[in-house]
Nanobody, 116 residues
C-alpha cells in the first residue's frame, strides 16, 4: 500500500518559516520524481516545487528564492523549507510522487496558514 504522509503544517506569522516533510512508503522512493503542490479553496492545485529522481529542482515563480525542496532517499522523504512566508502562501500543501508520468500518488495534505 502506497502512503505519502505530510507533516509540519501549521499557523505562522508573516515573515516566518516552516518546514514541511513528506514520508513515503510502499514505493521505490529513489525512482520517483517528488513534488509539493498547494491548493486554495476554489482554485486549481498549483505546483510549488519539484525534485526529480536525479535531484534536479524547479519552483513556481511565486516561491522562487523563498522555498527550497530537498529529498533524502535513505529516509524515503521529501522536504519543503519555506522562509519569508506571506499570507498568500496560505493553502493546503500536498506531496506528490510521480513515476515519469506512468503513475502518481498524492498525500492527504497539510494546512499552512500565514496570518498575524
Amino acid at each position: 500500500q502506497v502512503r505519502l504522509v505530510e507533516s509540519g503544517g501549521g499557523l505562522v506569522q508573516p515573515g516566518g518559516s516552516l518546514r514541511l516533510s513528506c514520508a513515503a512508503s510502499g514505493i521505490t522512493f529513489s525512482l520517483y520524481n517528488m513534488g509539493w503542490y498547494r491548493q486554495i479553496p476554489g482554485k486549481e492545485r498549483e505546483l510549488v516545487a519539484g525534485i526529480t529522481s536525479g535531484g534536479s529542482t524547479n519552483y513556481g515563480d511565486s516561491v522562487k528564492g523563498r522555498f527550497t525542496i530537498s529529498r533524502d532517499n535513505g529516509k524515503n522523504s521529501v522536504y519543503l523549507q519555506m522562509i519569508s512566508l506571506k499570507p498568500e502562501d496560505t493553502a493546503v500543501y500536498y506531496c506528490n510522487a510521480d513515476l515519469a508520468g506512468k503513475v502518481e500518488y498524492w498525500g492527504q495534505g497539510t494546512l499552512v496558514t500565514v496570518s498575524e
